[in-house]
Each structure stands twice: as structure tokens, then as C-alpha cells.
């Protein structure tokens, strides 16, 4: 019986652990996690915060699913990891041995270093009891001051502002997260939170958080300008938790480094999720990718993999739904440019394929909270922007995703007003129906 341990029990952990089952019935496959909580959906802490989910629909795992899968998990630390003996030590001095282990410890927020950070009110959004923290402090406080420029942030803020709390948003530069949207898409986010009563301060960098009788009692600007407050959150990225990894002799970069099958430069030890560093075929590097549906994809193919199976892993087109500002959108393939260094690291729900866009031409049609803005090479479409009505998302993902050729609607869809979205739809059905004719 093969002996299979996960560290971490997150997306990647839990995806990885259908796999190997799926494969090896008679496997024995151990959990290792230092979430007290266990599995649960962090993109789900968002609608927490506003109070449109309920902390039990957070998790989608049942006693019964975990049984199912004939998965054991262990509330534990790991305090360190021997590859020639493959052991893994706890911090409670027990040895776990195993044949084949996954390490997917996800990442951690990073963290601010500003004076006053270990105030209490200072606050992030890594895990569940962050965000029950936040809503406890939330009913106390009468005004909030939120640092970053990624989708956490914005969380934060809704959050914030759906708790009733007075919100101050501080951007390092001139709009949010100007590494991935362009000025109008920017705006039109800073705007709905305008209206919603956010307080938004542009080119502000945080210089100190103030306190009194260790409480945040409001901030210092770089600027001189201090704002009161008696929360402060901070999202400025998020950094992989590596430290197992590199610590056991492992190759690391700014994650742990795996090949095409998702294993490490130790052949029984493999790496999924945000702590995984995966080759970009597109970019032609290997980069992180924080997104949870990547998580899932990774750590299912690493299961089969660890179970003996040979499922290479390529990085798909990206393709994220997110809310911004209560705007769905989402965001495809390669957008923006990042000259904005607002995040440090990667933010949650962030992908780099996103800022890496080489020379192409921006076509788009904008309507006040409808629109769609198409990235266009000379031959195909890289990536988009769906915010609103989300009909064609899906459409320009498979268009973008099949690299089908735009040439013969290229030079309308630059055209001045061009009807963009009735372009593309039109592209996509033809494509459709030659597609369809060549299926067996």
C-alpha cells in the first residue's frame, strides 16, 4: 500500500487527494494542515465580509466526503521535511513517513512594515479567523483605512462599507489596480465605490499606523495627513510559504520550482498550488498563479501523477470571474501592462500571465458598466476584459484559448465604433460551426 502525504489543506491539497484515489483505491493518503478550520472556500471569506454567505456554506466538504475519498486529515504542524529518508517531522516530534508526498501550503499575505503593525486593529484576509476578526472589529469601529491595490483590497473595502464602517482607501498611484485595467475600467470601480461612500485617497502611501493604549487609534500618511481610524487592513500581496521546501534542499525561486508533471526537483516530492512555481509555455518561464481554479488544476494533475499516472500540466488561458466594486468581470488571457507596482508580489486572484502583455493593439467598446475590451495580436486575440454583462465571456475565452484566427475581422474590429461585440459573436459562431463539422 503506497503511502501518500499532502501538506496543506487547501484547493490543491483536497483536488490532489480525489486523484490519487481516483487511481489507487487502496492508497493510504494523509493530510497534514495547519488550518484549524480544515478545507473551506477562501474566495468565499469575500462575501462573508458583506454578509452574503453564511460561515457554514464556506465549506463544501462534508464528514461524509472526506470519508469518501478515504481521506485522513491531521491538524499539525510540519516542522520539517527529509527527502533521503522520506520523513516528515511534526512539531509535536512525530516522524510520518511516506512514498510519495505533495507539499500545496499555499501562501501567506505579506506584510507591512510600517510602524504600528502590531497594533491591535491591524488586520489581512488570509484565512477564516481574519475574517471573523475583521466583522468583530467591524462593530466597533467607526472608520476603517484600507492599504493595497489588488482584488483583496476591494474586498476589504466592500466589506467594510457593507458592515456600515467609514472607509478610507489609500492608492499609491492614480487608480486601482492599473496593472491589469485600463483608466476607464479603473474608473468606472472608483466611481461605484464613490458612490457607495468610500473615501478614496490617490498617490498616498501608509507612513506610520497610530495607536493609543495599543488600539490603532488612525494613520500617518507620507504626506503628513492623518486620518483617525480604529481599523486598519492591509492587502498588499501575498508570498508562497516555501520554507519546507527550501529548508529540505529543495529548488526554489519565489515558489517551489516543478516541471511539466508538477514534481520538484526531488522525484517523490511534488508541489501544487499557490506555492508552486509552474512553467508558462506562453511567456516561456515558470511563474506563480494564485488563482484557486488553478489550485484545483494543479493539485489534481499532481494526484495522478503521485499515483503513478503521467497527466502533464499546462497552464490554461486565464480565466477569472471576480466582483469588482459589485461589477462581475472577468478578466481573460493577457491584459494590462505592469508598469504599476501598487502590489507587491502577487495579489489574490491575481495571475502573471496577466501583466506580461507584449506589443499588441487595445480595441474596446465601453458602455457606463457594460463593457467588453479586447487585446488584439496580429493574428489572434490575447486576452479581454468582461465587466457587466457577461454573455460573451465564455465565447471570446474559447476564441482566445483555441487561438482562432481573427484576420478576417481584424481590421473592423480597430475600426473606429467598430460593433466589437457583434464582431465576436459573429466570429464565434462561423467558428462553431467549422468546429463542429471537424469533431469525429
Not at 478576417?408 to 474590429?413: G, P, S
Request: proline share 4%; net charge neutral; hydrophobic share 40%.
Amino acid at each position: 500500500m503506497t503511502r501518500y502525504v499532502i501538506i496543506g489543506s487547501g484547493a490543491a491539497g483536497i483536488a490532489a487527494s480525489e486523484s490519487i484515489r481516483r487511481r489507487d483505491p487502496q492508497a493510504s493518503i494523509l493530510m497534514l494542515g495547519e488550518e484549524v478550520h480544515g478545507y473551506y472556500s477562501r474566495p468565499g471569506l469575500a462575501y462573508y465580509l458583506t454578509g452574503e454567505l453564511g460561515e457554514k456554506q464556506l465549506f463544501p466538504f462534508t464528514k461524509q466526503d472526506f470519508e469518501h475519498i478515504g481521506l485522513h486529515l491531521l491538524h499539525a504542524q510540519v516542522k520539517h521535511i527529509d527527502p533521503p529518508e522520506h520523513r516528515v517531522a511534526l512539531q509535536n516530534g512525530r516522524q510520518v513517513p511516506y512514498d510519495r508526498l505533495l507539499i500545496a501550503t499555499g501562501a501567506r499575505a505579506a506584510t507591512t512594515k510600517v510602524p504600528g503593525v502590531d497594533l491591535q486593529g491591524v488586520v489581512k484576509l488570509d484565512n477564516l479567523d481574519d475574517a471573523r476578526l475583521i466583522l468583530k472589529l467591524a462593530r466597533k469601529a467607526r472608520a476603517a483605512v484600507v492599504v493595497g491595490g489588488g482584488i483583496t483590497a476591494l474586498e476589504l473595502v466592500e466589506g467594510l462599507r457593507a458592515r456600515g464602517v467609514r472607509t478610507h482607501y489609500f492608492l499609491r498611484r492614480e487608480r486601482y489596480w492599473g496593472n491589469v485595467l485600463d483608466e476607464t475600467e479603473s474608473r468606472i470601480v472608483e466611481h461605484r465605490l464613490v458612490e457607495e461612500g468610500v473615501k478614496i485617497h490617490y498617490h498616498t502611501d501608509l507612513a506610520e499606523i497610530l495607536g493609543k493604549r495599543g488600539r490603532v487609534a488612525g494613520v500617518l500618511t507620507a504626506d503628513g495627513e492623518q486620518v483617525k481610524c480604529g481599523l486598519v487592513a492591509v492587502a498588499i500581496g501575498i508570498r508562497p510559504r516555501k520554507e519546507l521546501a527550501e529548508a529540505a534542499g529543495l529548488e526554489v525561486d519565489r515558489g517551489i520550482l516543478v516541471e511539466e508533471y508538477l514534481c520538484s526537483s526531488h522525484p517523490d516530492i511534488f508541489a501544487a498550488g499557490d506555492v508552486a512555481q509552474v512553467y508558462d509555455p506562453i511567456l516561456g518561464k515558470s511563474i506563480l498563479d494564485s488563482l484557486w481554479g488553478a489550485a484545483r488544476s494543479q493539485g489534481s494533475a499532481a494526484g495522478l501523477n503521485m499515483a503513478g499516472g503521467a497527466a502533464p500540466y499546462h497552464k490554461p488561458i486565464a480565466f477569472n470571474v471576480t466582483r469588482l466594486a459589485g461589477l462581475t468581470t472577468t478578466i481573460i488571457g493577457t491584459v494590462g501592462r505592469g508598469e504599476d507596482d501598487d502590489l507587491m508580489g502577487i495579489a489574490r486572484g491575481d495571475s502573471e500571465t496577466w501583466r506580461e502583455l507584449p506589443d499588441v493593439i487595445t480595441a474596446q467598446d465601453n458602455f457606463e458598466v457594460n463593457r467588453l475590451r479586447l487585446s488584439v495580436g496580429a493574428h489572434t486575440l490575447r486576452g479581454a476584459i468582461v465587466m457587466g454583462d457577461q454573455t460573451l465571456s465564455r465565447p471570446v475565452h474559447q476564441l482566445v484559448s483555441e487561438r482562432v484566427d481573427i484576420t478576417t475581422i481584424r481590421e473592423q474590429l480597430l475600426a473606429p465604433g467598430a460593433p466589437i461585440a457583434d464582431l465576436i459573436a459573429s466570429l464565434y459562431t462561423e467558428w462553431r460551426k467549422v468546429h463542429a463539422t471537424r469533431q469525429p
